[in-house]
């Protein structure tokens, strides 16, 4: 019943360190994507991959790198992090099936001093 | 490209009373998918309702009903008899078609009073 666990939760970076923001997923789903939500700007899309060993830039991709590693992993990397990469990172997945429903993990909140 | 506009940042309701959240989009296409996504406090973002834009008939899941007006690109949310735990930021969110991408618009964040 696990669905998408991101991994960590919370995370506090001084500028110019890197992390990467871990995310896998059991439900055997195709697409998976990476959200960012600001205050006032709602979900803004970062980067998602529709399979395996593809990715492709949402809205706000720059500072971003991702790997899809295998079916169930899509990990985000921040190689400099600045302070306006401080948010709540959501990954999500989805089945493609029909409306395509994203199931969403509980969040990452990362801080960058 | 495609963009959806929330235009109340904040709404409340009386528990037991009825709130309409509204939400409009722009887009060029015919074909595509619109949904209402609820973010309570515990930041997990949960599926409320989502409505097929070939359907006629607006969708309804218990309490939550929308108004889809697909010539005016309008797509509101009505919660009927309000609950405490509808408390949340709710989300419109649009899907073309043809691709993966969710677009979101800004919230709203509801407050229920007992």
């Known amino acids: 019943n696990a669905g998408v666990t991101q991994t960590p939760k919370f995370q506090v970076l001084k500028t110019g360190q890197s992390m990467t923001l871990q995310c896998a997923q059991d439900m055997n789903h195709n697409s998976m994507y990476w959200y960012r939500q600001d205050p006032g700007m709602g979900l803004r899309l970062i980067y998602y991959?529709?399979?395996?060993?593809?990715?492709d830039k949402g809205e706000v991709p720059n500072g971003y790198n991702v790997s899809r590693l295998n079916k169930r992993e899509f990990s985000l990397r921040l190689e400099s992090a600045a302070p306006s990469q401080t948010s709540v990172y959501f990954c999500a997945s989805s089945d493609r099936v029909g409306a395509n429903v994203l199931t969403f993990g509980a969040g990452s909140r990362l801080t960058v001093l | 490209a495609q963009t959806v506009t929330q235009s109340q940042p904040e709404m409340s309701v009386q528990e037991a009373e009825t709130v309409t959240l509204s939400c409009t989009y722009d887009?060029?296409?015919?074909?595509?998918?619109l949904f209402w996504y609820k973010q309570p406090p515990s930041r997990q973002m949960i599926l409320v309702i989502r409505?097929?834009?070939?359907?006629?008939q607006n969708a309804t899941e218990n309490r939550f009903s929308v108004n889809f007006q697909k010539a005016a690109k309008s797509f509101s949310l009505k919660i009927s008899d309000s609950q405490l735990g509808d408390a949340a930021m709710y989300f419109c969110a649009y899907r073309s078609y043809n691709t993966d991408k969710l677009i979101f618009g800004t919230g709203t964040r509801l407050q229920v009073f007992p």
């Open positions: 991959s529709a399979s395996e060993g593809t990715t």
């Open positions: 887009t060029s296409e015919s074909d595509y998918y």
């Open positions: 409505q097929e834009a070939y359907k006629q």
